[in-house]
Nanobody
Framework: QVQLVESRGGLVQAGGSLRLSCAAS????????MGWFRQAVGKEREFVAD????????FYADSVKGRFTISRDIAKNTVYLQMNSLKPEDTAVYYC???????????WGQGTQVTVSS
């Protein structure tokens, strides 16, 4: 089992920045990738970005490319999401996730609220 704990989100004005972090504990030695997803009110959860543990390959949703940056610190078993040029449509609960094999993400954090005011 892997436990994921996200940092607190927050309220930020449009155009501002925010950084989220997610620390993993437990059976982290099998991690092959970690990522971020988000869910806005009334919408389905959607992929935001993820990063492979080996090679640090990154993937982004089109809606955040050029504004968000995902990174990881293997020694700390932590993944980060730097969010710049935030827009009101980025408002959502952000979830951290990890996986130990190809396919769907297996482990999820509790979620953290990010609110962007216009």
């Amino acid at each position: 089992q892997v436990q994921l704990v996200e940092s607190r989100g927050g309220l930020v004005q449009a155009g501002g920045s925010l950084r989220l972090s997610c620390a993993a504990s437990g059976r982290t030695f099998r991690t092959i990738a970690m990522g971020w997803f988000r869910q806005a009110v009334g919408k389905e959860r959607e992929f935001v970005a993820d990063i492979t543990w080996v090679g640090a390959r990154t993937f982004y949703a089109d809606s955040v490319k050029g504004r968000f940056t995902i990174s990881r610190d293997i020694a700390k078993n932590t993944v980060y999401l730097q969010m710049n040029s935030l827009k009101p449509e980025d408002t959502a609960v952000y979830y951290c996730a990890s996986k130990s094999r190809p396919g769907a993400y297996e482990y999820w954090g509790q979620g953290t609220q990010v609110t962007v005011s216009s």
